[in-house]
């Protein structure tokens, strides 16, 4: 694409809308569309509900859907040519998009553990999950999942659903390396019938009723993030378990506010336990060494340092080593651990009666010192020098419980130091 999709997203789903009280222009895109593409009848409409994310289709698709919408409806920003190459709308002109006919009967799922009546739980791959929802079989529904989000296009209100971009990039990138561990997805039978969804306990067989609706309940991200992940890499190994439950919609949405009250990790927690990060394991090494005057003085909650019974924050430290050492490979970690543990046993006891030289902001800068001494080979004695030059506290007007070091704070902290050091 030679634009951001999200741009040719917004003009399609405002065209839409603009056109959806009429019942014979939609008809008129939906034959366009079927003829010359061979895409599913009513499939703009499952966009415009919400019940096929547009986020979710391929770009070819979403190309063939601008090229109908420019033709049928005469709206000059969906012209594909603005958003595509030659070659791409080309390549589309002789694709077919008819549905998989392998999920159009019944949903079937084996080898199901039954939790119990309306409760079960079973494995799948990331391919058998992006055929249900490429084919309409899982769908997301607002009530049930986290609700949608009001933008203006042009003269038209367009509803999307409420994503975090980041999330999906991260749990992208954590599949494609073999990162990201099976966790829990979960869809909901949305039926009063009891017969919908049948277990079958001889088999541990499950069947869900065609043409009965499915929803997403918990875990649309993870699904942004594997259909991202298989463009890549169509044969990706990553399966997840899924639960399958049967609920009405006010269950499924007591089910929605029972998941939000999940405690999530804090920041400092967070960041203490990516352990695949190279600069994250210095950090921990440096924590956890013996006869080091930092040891187990570095939290991961605010209150042990406003209780003094820590000097700084692992994030503060963490950010230090980051911008500082900026570590590359694995042998790095214990040589720059070891070098931190020398550093601090010099710093610690030329600052600890110095009240304003102990601001846990502060210890992102006496970092940053580290990397400094490290990478010039400078003598740890010279440290004296440079802290009698450390005066005034620059966070001071910020107060020793500032909650966020921000990209600012570090700026300040850093021409503090950068200033001693000259």
């Given at each position: 694409m030679k634009r951001d999709r999200k741009q040719l997203e917004n003009i399609l789903l405002g065209c839409w809308e603009e056109h959806e009280k009429s019942r014979a222009d939609f008809e008129a895109l939906d034959d366009y569309l079927y003829r010359n593409y061979k895409i599913p009848l009513n499939?703009?409409?499952?966009?415009?509900?919400?019940?096929?994310?547009?986020?979710?289709?391929?770009?070819?698709?979403?190309?063939?859907?601008?090229?109908?919408?420019?033709?049928?409806?005469?709206c000059p920003?969906?012209?594909?040519?603005?958003?595509?190459?030659?070659?791409?709308?080309?390549?589309?002109?002789?694709?077919?998009?008819?549905?998989?006919?392998?999920?159009?009967?019944?949903?079937?799922?084996?080898?199901?553990?039954?939790?119990?009546?309306?409760?079960?739980?079973?494995?799948?791959?990331?391919?058998?999950?992006?055929?249900?929802?490429?084919?309409?079989?899982?769908?997301?529904?607002?009530e049930t999942q986290r609700g949608t989000v009001t933008r203006r296009s042009?003269?038209?209100?367009?509803?999307?659903?409420?994503?975090?971009?980041?999330?999906?990039?991260?749990?992208?990138?954590?599949?494609?390396?073999?990162?990201?561990?099976?966790?829990?997805?979960?869809?909901?039978?949305?039926?009063?019938?009891?017969?919908?969804?049948?277990?079958?306990?001889?088999?541990?067989?499950?069947?869900?009723?065609?043409?009965?609706?499915?929803?997403?309940?918990?875990?649309?991200?993870?699904?942004?993030?594997?259909?991202?992940?298989?463009?890549?890499?169509?044969?990706?190994?990553?399966?997840?378990?899924?639960?399958?439950?049967?609920?009405?919609?006010?269950?499924?949405?007591?089910?929605?506010?029972?998941?939000?009250?999940?405690?999530?990790?804090s920041p400092e927690v967070r960041a203490s336990m990516d352990q695949n990060d190279i600069a994250t394991q210095i950090v921990t090494s440096f924590n956890e060494a013996p006869q080091n005057e930092m040891q187990g003085r570095i939290a991961t909650d605010t209150r042990s340092v406003s209780e003094r019974s820590a000097h700084t924050l692992f994030s503060v430290v963490l950010d230090g080593v980051r911008n500082g050492f900026k570590p590359k490979y694995q042998k790095d970690i214990p040589i720059i651990a070891d070098y931190l543990v020398k550093f601090y046993n010099e710093l610690v006891p030329l600052i600890q009666d110095k009240n304003d030289l102990m601001h846990y902001g502060l210890f992102y800068g006496y970092t940053l010192l580290a990397a400094y001494y490290y990478e010039g080979g400078t003598p740890l004695d010279t440290l004296s020098e440079v802290v009698n030059k450390l005066?005034?506290?620059?966070?001071?007007?910020?107060?020793?419980?500032?909650?966020?070091?921000?990209?600012?704070?570090?700026?300040?902290?850093?021409?503090?130091?950068?200033?001693?050091?000259?």
């Open positions: 499939l703009v409409t499952d966009i415009l509900s919400l019940a096929r994310p547009i986020d979710l289709i391929s770009a070819e698709l979403l190309c063939a859907l601008a090229n109908g919408t420019y033709k049928v409806f005469d920003g969906a012209n594909p040519s603005k958003f595509f190459t030659d070659t791409e709308i080309e390549a589309v002109g002789n694709m077919t998009f008819e549905q998989d006919g392998s999920v159009d009967g019944d949903l079937k799922f084996t080898n199901v553990l039954y939790v119990r009546r309306d409760h079960y739980v079973t494995v799948i791959s990331s391919q058998y999950l992006n055929k249900l929802l490429d084919n309409g079989r899982i769908v997301y529904r607002p042009g003269d038209s209100i367009i509803k999307k659903i409420r994503i975090n971009h980041n999330h999906v990039k991260h749990i992208d990138e954590m599949i494609r390396k073999r990162q990201y561990e099976p966790t829990m997805l979960t869809i909901n039978v949305l039926s009063d019938d009891p017969d919908a969804c049948v277990y079958n306990s001889r088999n541990r067989s499950l069947s869900v009723k065609k043409g009965v609706e499915v929803d997403m309940t918990d875990g649309l991200h993870r699904a942004y993030g594997t259909i991202k992940a298989l463009i890549n890499n169509p044969d990706i190994d990553q399966p997840w378990i899924l639960c399958v439950t049967h609920w009405p919609i006010a269950r499924a949405k007591s089910y929605i506010r029972q998941e939000d009250y999940k405690t999530p990790l005066n005034e506290n620059p966070l001071k007007k910020s107060g020793r419980n500032i909650k966020t070091l921000t990209l600012k704070l570090q700026q300040t902290v850093k021409e503090w130091i950068e200033n001693a050091v000259v």
